[in-house]
């Protein structure tokens, strides 16, 4: 298990720089150098496309594939963990166990911030009920 891990990082670390430098060197550049010593704008920031959901079911399914992908790398990491053993590995199941747990936290504040700013709505029945009742009032010492 350890072999096939190792594996797969050092094909990522072989495939990924050569792929993100195509990617850097295929976006067009304008001529002149005034382009290459603009400092407010990082290269690899400056086509950077950001895919928003384009419904609340969308978001909602979004929210959820994430979490399933973070959960099964949980899993995947506790297993390999024990197969395997070492420090690495069970630093990386750590990882990825706080991962989750903030993402779980992040999706439980905004659906707390969601439902304090969702708009309360009084009924002519409520509104007639409360004005018809009496209050006593302590009196003041």
Not at 29 to 49: E, F, R, T
Not at 129 to 139: A, G, I, K, R, V
């Amino acid at each position: 298990m350890l072999i096939l891990i190792g594996l797969g990082v050092l094909w990522a670390a072989v495939l990924v720089p050569p792929m993100v430098r195509n990617r850097l060197s295929a976006k067009p550049s304008a001529p002149g150098v005034a382009n290459h010593l603009d400092v407010y704008q990082v290269p690899s920031i400056k086509g950077y496309n950001v895919s928003l959901p384009k419904s609340a079911l969308a978001a909602k399914r979004r929210r959820r594939d994430v979490t399933i992908a973070l959960a099964g790398g949980v899993v995947f990491t506790f297993l390999a963990s024990i197969a395997v053993g070492g420090i690495f590995i069970w630093t990386i199941n750590v990882i990825f166990d706080l991962t989750l747990l903030g993402y779980i936290a992040l999706i439980a504040q905004r659906s707390e911030i969601a439902t304090e700013e969702a708009p309360v709505v009084l009924t002519h029945a409520f509104i007639s009920n409360s004005l018809e009742e009496e209050y006593s009032y302590p009196e003041a010492v």
